[in-house]
Each structure stands twice: as C-alpha cells, then as structure tokens.
C-alpha cells in the first residue's frame, strides 16, 4: 500500500504537457542578408515539423506587391518550406512567414533581406 501513495505522485511530476511550436530555425536567404544576385528561392526550416497546407510564405518588395509566385513546396523532413519567386530587381524585400506545427499550434513572423546594395 504504501507504493500507492509514491506513485500518484511521481506520476505527476513525470508528465508534462509537450508545447510544440514551429519558430523559424534558419532561412535562405537569411534575415539581413544582402545579395549580389537575387535568390530564385526562399526557403525557411522551422523548429519543429510543419502541416504545409497550413503554412505560408509571403515575400513582397519595398511597394508591398508580391514577388514569390505562391508555388511553395515542403521538405520530405516536413520541417522546411520554401517559395519560389520571380525575377527579382536591386530593392529590399520582406519575408513573412506563418506556419502551423503539425500539433496544429501557429506561429509567425517576417524578416528583410537585400538584393543588389
């Protein structure tokens, strides 16, 4: 009997609830980056797995029009996204970026880099 009273207790303290949330590990072309060439491709590896229909990556020039054609594709990892994206001029450009974790919690964020300065 006296095991019993142990247990609940070390039952408790051995479970923790797992928040999974899928932040931006590292991006290419990365945040301040500045090219001599503009990158035919964003691609952003996240912290954790990633439900790619639900996760999105956005880059628009200094104007705020669009410059990535909206074809994304995943990684076979599940962790990486990246979007390809039109010809770019000389100019600075914003990544923004949400992405839900395959536990479905979501996160955001954006970043700059630099093309031709």
Do not use: C
Not at 82 to 97: E, M, R
């Amino acid at each position: 009997m006296r095991w019993t009273h142990l247990l609940l207790p070390a039952m408790l303290l051995s479970t923790s609830p797992a928040f999974a949330h899928a932040f931006l590990k590292s991006a290419r072309p990365g945040a301040g980056a500045v090219l001599q060439t503009a990158p035919a491709t964003v691609a952003i590896t996240f912290t954790e797995a990633i439900e790619p229909d639900f996760t999105h990556i956005v880059v628009t020039n200094a104007a705020g029009m669009r410059v990535d054609t909206g074809r994304q594709t995943p990684s076979e990892g599940g962790d990486r996204l990246s979007v390809a994206l039109k010809k770019l001029p000389a100019g600075t450009y914003t990544v923004t970026w949400h992405a839900t974790s395959t536990d479905t919690h979501k996160t955001q964020g954006s970043y700059r880099f630099t093309v031709g300065h």
